[in-house]
C-alpha cells in the first residue's frame, strides 16, 4: 500500500521558515519523480517544486530563490524548505510522486502551511 506522509506544517509570521518532510512507502521511491504541491481557500492546487529522479528541480516563479525541495533516497523521503514565508504561501501542502515506470500519481494527505502577517 502506498503512503505518503507529510510533516512539518504549521503557524510561522511572515519572513519566517519551515521545513515540510514526506516520508514515502510501498512505492519504488527512487523511480518516482517527487513534488510538492499547495491549495490554498477558493483556488485550484498549483505546483509549488518537483524534484526528477536524476535530481533536477523545478520551481513556481512565486517561490523560486525562497523555497528549495531535496530528496534522500535513502531514507525515501523528499523535503521543501521554505524561506521567507508570507502569508500569500498561505495554503495545505500535498506531497505527490510520480512513478515513472507507469505513469501514476500518488498523493499525501496534506499538511497546513499558515503564515501570520
Known amino acids: 500500500q502506498v503512503q505518503l506522509v507529510e510533516s512539518g506544517g504549521g503557524l510561522v509570521q511572515s519572513g519566517g521558515s519551515l521545513r515540510l518532510s514526506c516520508a514515502a512507502s510501498g512505492i519504488f521511491f527512487s523511480l518516482n519523480a517527487m513534488g510538492w504541491y499547495r491549495q490554498a481557500p477558493g483556488k485550484q492546487r498549483e505546483l509549488v517544486a518537483a524534484?526528477?529522479?536524476?535530481?533536477?528541480?523545478n520551481y513556481a516563479d512565486s517561490v523560486k530563490g525562497r523555497f528549495t525541495i531535496s530528496r534522500d533516497n535513502a531514507k525515501n523521503t523528499v523535503y521543501l524548505q521554505m524561506n521567507s514565508l508570507k502569508p500569500e504561501d498561505t495554503a495545505v501542502y500535498y506531497c505527490?510522486?510520480?512513478?515513472?515506470?507507469?505513469?501514476?500519481?500518488?498523493w499525501g494527505q496534506g499538511t497546513q502551511v499558515t503564515v501570520s502577517s
Open positions: 524534484i526528477t529522479i536524476g535530481g533536477s528541480t
Open positions: 505527490n510522486a510520480h512513478y515513472i515506470p507507469n505513469d501514476r500519481n500518488y
